[in-house]
């Protein structure tokens, strides 16, 4: 048996894959085509820790790629092999600075723009879409969001505007929030259903998820604990390839006022019925030990 090879097989040019994650970072999740073309890479490899919290693997090796000089025989794989590697990290730090390491030239080349897939030439890859929207996300063109605003008042109240400067314990609360995303030069009002707000004081007395109308506006109601003091509204918003938000308001809580609480107490009616009782018995006793002769 025989077969003919019309092209040599180049045993440094690595055809790897963006999984939904990737794209999904990427903004290429929408592309259907894309996602099921190749990236061709040539270069070094970088071997990232499993517990960093800061960086983003774009692109994974595939199982059988292994880094090694290919000039010299392979004894041992100081780096590892196959998805313990990655061969596009990012890194963005808690104050949104992005770092991206890439370890090829001819990944961003016309050469591996044009050239089809490494075992068919008549396949393309996704080597430019792939490049331009990795500068793009590091350039802060794309994935960038922020929050505009983060008000809180009364429930139901008409005028969301006045924030109260304290609340009492159990009012209702109601928190709004607009984020928005850039995309193509523009803001846009951001979609998710993960967002979600904090009532604290030292720990979290309240976490709500918090529902949009599909514009930016978020909104979440709930109840003022019946604990007072000092609380703070904490809003964290931390996806892999978005901008991390973090924002907080502090906010008193202070109790009912002396006027404030119910005339009469379901819960104080054995205290009352208590004190009646000795009153009546008192004066029971009163009168038998005055007006009783033997």
């Known amino acids: ?41 040539r270069g070094i490899c970088q071997s990232v ?6 960086v983003v693997k774009f692109l994974d090796a595939p199982s059988s790629a292994y880094s090694h000089n290919p000039s010299a025989n392979v004894s041992s794989l100081s780096i590892g092999a ?4 990655s061969l596009v990290t990012a890194m963005q730090a808690r104050n949104n600075a992005r770092v991206t390491v890439v370890g090829s030239l001819d990944l961003f080349s016309n050469a591996l723009f044009k050239v089809g897939n490494m075992y068919d030439g008549d396949i393309p890859n996704a080597n430019k879409e792939f490049a331009v929207a990795l500068a793009e996300w590091t350039l802060h063109e794309r994935g960038v969001i922020k929050l505009e605003s983060l008000k809180h008042c009364l429930a139901g109240s008409t005028d969301s505007a ?5 609340y009492r314990i159990e009012d209702e609360l109601e ?24 009532f604290t004081m030292l720990n979290p007395y309240v976490r709500q998820t918090m529902q949009h109308d599909g514009k930016g506006n978020f909104k979440a109601t709930f109840k003022v604990p019946d604990v007072f003091g000092v609380y703070k509204i904490v809003f964290k918003y931390d996806r892999p390839g978005l901008s991390r938000l973090e924002h907080e308001q502090e906010i008193p809580v202070r109790p009912f006022k002396h006027d404030e ?3 009469f107490i379901v819960a104080a009616y054995p205290y009352h019925t208590s004190a009646l009782s000795m009153m009546v018995g008192f004066f029971v006793f009163s009168v038998l030990f005055l007006y009783h002769k033997d």
């Open 1 to 41: 048996m025989s077969a003919s090879v019309t092209k040599p097989l180049d045993e440094t040019l690595v055809a790897a894959s963006l999984d939904t994650h990737q794209a999904n970072i990427l903004g290429l999740s929408t592309k259907k085509p894309l996602r099921s073309l190749p990236v061709l890479f």
């Open 49 to 54: 820790s499993a517990d960093s919290k800061l």
């Open 82 to 85: 196959g998805k313990d590697i």
């Open 162 to 166: 006045a924030q109260p400067t304290s």
């Open 175 to 198: 928190v709004t929030a607009r984020i928005v995303v850039y995309v193509k030069g523009q803001w846009e009002g951001y979609k998710a259903d993960d967002v979600q707000i904090e």
């Open 261 to 263: 609480h119910e005339r």
